[in-house]
C-alpha cells in the first residue's frame, strides 16, 4: 500500500501557482519524498526528490515539512500542459528503489 | 539524456497468443529495470523488478510464468505476455534505473498497450 495520502483533484488557473499537498506521516527517517506526474497515456515523468531541505528544479519546488509528515509540490506558474495526475511517493534514495504508487492528485490547469 | 523506450506503443492480438514488449534505455545503462501494469481509471501497479543478468523479482498476485521478464543486457528488458486473454488488456510500462547516469531516480518508458480479443 502506498504511504502517501493525496486529494484526489485540484484545479488551478493558468499562469497560477498550483500547490498540491501530500500527507506522509509514516516515513522513516532514510526515505525520500519523490514526485512524479503521468500525462493522459504516457508513461510517468519524474519532477523533483528530497530528504528534508526544501528543493528547486526547473520544473517545481518541493517543501517539506520539519517533522517531514508532509510535503507540498509547488508548480510556479502553471500552464495546460501540466494538467495530469500528480503522484507523491515515499521510498529509499535511488532509482533502484521500488515505486509503490497511490492514486495521486488530478490536477487540472484551466485556461 | 535518460530516454527509455517501448516497443511496440500499442498492440492488438488474439486470445491465446504471446505478445512480446521490449523496454531500453536509450543513452544510460539501468542495471534495474522495473515493470508495472496500469488499467483503466487506476494507478499504476508494480508487477516485477528485473535484475540485469538474473531471474526477476514478481509482486505478489503477478503469475511468473505468465508474464516472462528477461533482463539480458543492460540496455534492454522485455516483457512477453503468455497465452493472453482478455483481462490482460491493459497499458503496460517500463522504468529503469538511472543510477548510471548519476541520477537517484527511475526514468519511465512511454508504455505499451496491449488489447486481447
Known amino acids: 500500500d502506498a504511504k502517501t495520502t493525496q486529494p484526489t483533484s485540484m484545479d488551478c488557473a493558468e499562469g497560477r501557482a498550483a500547490n498540491l499537498p501530500c500527507n506522509h506521516s509514516?516515513?522513516?527517517?532514510?526515505?525520500?519524498v519523490y514526485w512524479y506526474r503521468q500525462i493522459h497515456s504516457q508513461g510517468p515523468q519524474y519532477i523533483i526528490h528530497?530528504?528534508?531541505n526544501n528543493e528547486t528544479n526547473e520544473m517545481a519546488s518541493l517543501i517539506i515539512t520539519e517533522d517531514r509528515k508532509s510535503s507540498t509540490l509547488i508548480l510556479p506558474h502553471a500552464t495546460l500542459r501540466d494538467t495530469a495526475v500528480y503522484y507523491c511517493?515515499?521510498?529509499?534514495?535511488?532509482?533502484?528503489?521500488?515505486?509503490?504508487f497511490g492514486k495521486g492528485t488530478k490536477l487540472t490547469v484551466n485556461p | 539524456g535518460a530516454v527509455v523506450s517501448q516497443h511496440p506503443s500499442w498492440v492488438i492480438c488474439k486470445s491465446g497468443t504471446s505478445v512480446k514488449i521490449e523496454c531500453r534505455s536509450l543513452?544510460?545503462?539501468?542495471?534495474?529495470m522495473f515493470w508495472y501494469r496500469q488499467f483503466p481509471k487506476q494507478s499504476l501497479m508494480l508487477m516485477a523488478t528485473?535484475?540485469?543478468?538474473?531471474?526477476?523479482?514478481?509482486e505478489q498476485g503477478v503469475e511468473k510464468d505468465k508474464f516472462l521478464i528477461n533482463h539480458a543486457s543492460l540496455t534492454l528488458s522485455t516483457l512477453t505476455v503468455t497465452s493472453a486473454h482478455p483481462e490482460d488488456s491493459s497499458f503496460y510500462i517500463c522504468?529503469?534505473?538511472?543510477?548510471?547516469?548519476?541520477?537517484?531516480?527511475?526514468?519511465f518508458g512511454p508504455g505499451t498497450r496491449l488489447t486481447v480479443l
Open positions: 522504468s529503469a534505473d538511472g543510477a548510471s547516469g548519476n541520477t537517484d531516480t527511475q526514468y
Open positions: 509514516t516515513i522513516s527517517g532514510n526515505e525520500y
Open positions: 528530497g530528504l528534508k
Open positions: 511517493i515515499v521510498t529509499g534514495q535511488g532509482g533502484s528503489e521500488k515505486l509503490v
Open positions: 543513452d544510460f545503462q539501468a542495471t534495474t
Open positions: 528485473s535484475n540485469e543478468g538474473s531471474k526477476a523479482t514478481y
